[in-house]
């Protein structure tokens, strides 16, 4: 087999190093931008180029932001006595996407879990207990996924802020809305009976 | 349930094989390695999701073909149809389809198509070491409750993940981190006395169970009796609460050793299961046949409990059962087959004259591998 374009290969090469792109997909990407036009193609390189030069973490609460202190963290309408405590920045938007949180974030980078050597010292813990220490916090929410590393950091983290004055909380695990009893695996269906609410 | 069809395309012995299957019992004999085994085990992967020979998908996989698959068509007892498919690519690993929507985890299949396994090698039960008597109770229970496999997942990954921290604790020979494992010990606590709850409360209709099944074969077994002593304690264990409150108690009781040794050293992965025979324990004082006799009625109890709790009656996969029994043995568990409760069961023999007039004229399904497999592809 002979390549015809060295520029093709290392282009495909370079799209399938990303998650979820496999070859095949990585030549479907590169057919595509060999249609572009010109300017569209240097939009996208920049674009590519600038989240690597100006995007940078927020100081206070560690989400990806382009000034520091990022918008949340600067914004005189949240209210920042409840912090809500996430893995990934990608978190942040989840939640903001809901408009039902008003609150601001720290981000954590990860979860605690020993098998890929991941330590409370490597994600930013030292810098919640600071937070709370330093600023007036009444209530942090616990916002980590509900699988057994998420569990655990969240009962790690709830331990070192028992100490201080004031609310703990997770999120709660349950039946996503508008899903349907039937179609609800038992696993979800189980633990929704387990934390039932009264009404 | 039932199993109508199936077909086999590079699994095991087979390159492509198509049977068809009565409602009621079926016999399968031909020589040996012609894949007679092969079959039940196909069957078992469509309803478990893997073999119960081997843990690994690559050895199923025929030697030197690129893929394996199996697709079987079921029908429930109310007669819903049930197509499943599993497709295995070494590298891409196993998918399966349930009436043609890909079913991402296996988790959220298992328990549908309830399935019983007899084999020569149930005697290890009784005789073999507590891994062994852990893996029966979970997969029965795993089937028929969906939250409890999950919690052994769960607790799986938790129990990894405390022994990892516990390990690079002895390497370093640094820090005790006692907060990072207290989070973890929390965890295995919450997780593991829930497993320990299931446990004991399906112990207790078991034994109701297999003493049923003890008399039902006619065996010489008079009272046996099943235990379960969660924590290595003799406490009685009520609520999830209390099995919690004694399991904290017993990890930090060992955690000096704990560290010393880099292990989790307490909880349901390490209990065992005790069965006695007129107050004997039978792991020590069983003769072999005795040994046989009991794996056969703890099987015949699995039934029974699936029936009920699943309330669709199990496939049964007989495995060259008969081959060790005498012919009283093999007309008694024949007539227990062919009671009105039992399910459709696939037997495997070398030879089909070991039944002699056992097998009816009309009632039972005869399959020989050899002219099934040539005549139906």
Redo the contacts between chains.
Sequence with gaps: MQFTSESVETLVEQFSRLPTIGRKTARRLVAFVLKMPRDQVELLASALIAVKDRVIHCSNCFTVTDTDPCPICSSAKRDSTTICVVEEPGDVTAIERTHGYNGVYHVLGGV????DGI??EDLRIRELLARVQNSSITEVILGVNP???G???A??IS??LRPFDIQISRLARGIPIGGNLEFT???TL??ALESRVAV | MVIKRISLKQFRAHEESVLAFHPGLNIISGPNGTGKTNILEAVHYLCLTKSFLTSNDRYVLRHGAPFFEIIGDFESSTGQSLVVRIAFLPGEGKKIFVNGVHVPRASDFVGRIPVVVFSPDDYVITAGGPEERRRFIDTIISQSSRIYLDDLIRYRRTLKQRNELLQSIKRRRGPMHSEQISSWSRELVDIGSRIIHSRLLFIERFSRLLDEACRRIGSEIEEPRIFYRPLSGDAKLGDVEEIKEVFSNVLQKCAHREWERGLTLAGPHRDDLHFELDGMPVRRFASQGQHRTFGLALKLAQYSFLLETVEEPPLLLLDDVFDNLDHTRIGLFFSILHESEMGQSLITAARKDIFGELLGENSDHHLDIRETIASEV
């Design positions: 605690i879990s020993p098998l330590g409370p699988n057994v590393e569990d655990t950091t009962y790690y331990e070192l695996d038992e696993a189980g633990r």
